[in-house]
């Protein structure tokens, strides 16, 4: 179940509707972290955290999903974007996400990154 809901999420995100799979596919309190960075609880902070990333994007190139897995309700997926970023250089970035799922939603997310 979790590796069919995890590929329905990533078509979402690879088709350009990453908000939809965010209201989808995310619990009320999900959790999520950026790195180190501490962690955000709540659907409504994460989304609004979610819709400034991707306001602060001025052209969108490609995003692409190297490889994934699933391990019983843990899966890991690992994304290149090339994008340019309002006032700033066209960019790769690379990120690992791993998503701990329960009951059919995403109960946690970090993401692992390299910034530059």
């Known amino acids: 179940m979790t590796a069919t809901l995890d590929k329905q999420l990533n078509d979402l995100i690879l088709s350009g509707k990453a908000m939809e799979a965010f209201d989808g596919f995310y619990a009320d309190d999900v959790v999520m972290q950026e790195n180190a960075a501490a962690p955000m609880t709540g659907k409504a902070p994460n989304r609004a955290r979610e819709e400034q990333f991707f306001a602060s994007i001025?052209?969108?190139?490609?995003?692409?999903?190297?490889?994934?897995?699933?391990?019983?309700?843990?899966?890991?997926?690992?994304?290149?974007?090339?994008?340019?970023?309002?006032?700033?250089?066209?960019?790769?970035?690379?990120?690992?996400?791993?998503?701990?799922?329960?009951?059919?939603?995403?109960?946690?997310?970090?993401?692992?990154?390299?910034?530059?």
Not at 88 to 100: D, E, H, I, L, S
């Open 58 to 116: 001025e052209e969108f190139y490609a995003n692409r999903l190297l490889s994934s897995a699933v391990d019983g309700d843990v899966s890991f997926s690992e994304w290149e974007w090339e994008l340019k970023f309002r006032g700033g250089p066209r960019v790769t970035m690379n990120q690992v996400a791993v998503r701990r799922w329960n009951g059919g939603k995403v109960t946690h997310e970090r993401f692992y990154y390299n910034k530059g």
